[in-house]
C-alpha cells in the first residue's frame, strides 16, 4: 500500500472513532438529561399530592377542634 493511503486509513479511523465518541456522549447526555426531568416531575408530583391531602385533612381536623372547643365552653359554663 502506498504511504498516502496508509494516512488516508489511519485519519479515517480516528475521525470514525472520534465521530462515535460524539455519538455516545450524546447519547449519554440525552438518557441522564430525560431522568433528571422525570425525577423532577415526580419530585412536583408528589410535593402536589402531599400539599392536596394536607388540603383535606386540615378542615376535619380544624372542624373537630372547633366542636372540642365549643364542647369545653358549654361545660365550662
Same mark, same amino acid.
Request: glycine residues 6%.
Given at each position: 500500500?502506498?504511504?498516502?493511503?496508509?494516512?488516508?486509513?489511519?485519519?479515517?479511523?480516528?475521525?470514525?472513532? =472520534?465521530?462515535?465518541?460524539?455519538?455516545?456522549?450524546? *447519547?449519554?447526555? &440525552? #438518557?441522564?438529561?430525560? !431522568?433528571?426531568?422525570?425525577? =423532577?416531575?415526580?419530585?412536583?408530583?408528589?410535593?402536589? *399530592?402531599?400539599? &392536596? #391531602?394536607?388540603?383535606? !385533612?386540615?378542615?376535619?381536623?380544624?372542624?373537630?377542634?372547633?366542636?372540642?372547643?365549643?364542647?369545653?365552653?358549654? #361545660?365550662?359554663?
Amino acid at each position: 500500500m502506498s504511504e498516502q493511503r496508509v494516512l488516508f486509513l489511519q485519519k479515517s479511523l480516528i475521525g470514525t472513532c =472520534a465521530l462515535l465518541a460524539l455519538i455516545l456522549l450524546v *447519547s449519554f447526555y &440525552s #438518557v441522564v438529561n430525560a !431522568a433528571v426531568d422525570r425525577a =423532577a416531575r415526580q419530585r412536583v408530583a408528589s410535593t402536589e *399530592s402531599a400539599q &392536596s #391531602v394536607d388540603r383535606t !385533612a386540615a378542615p376535619a381536623t380544624q372542624g373537630a377542634s372547633a366542636r372540642g372547643n365549643a364542647l369545653l365552653a358549654r #361545660v365550662g359554663h
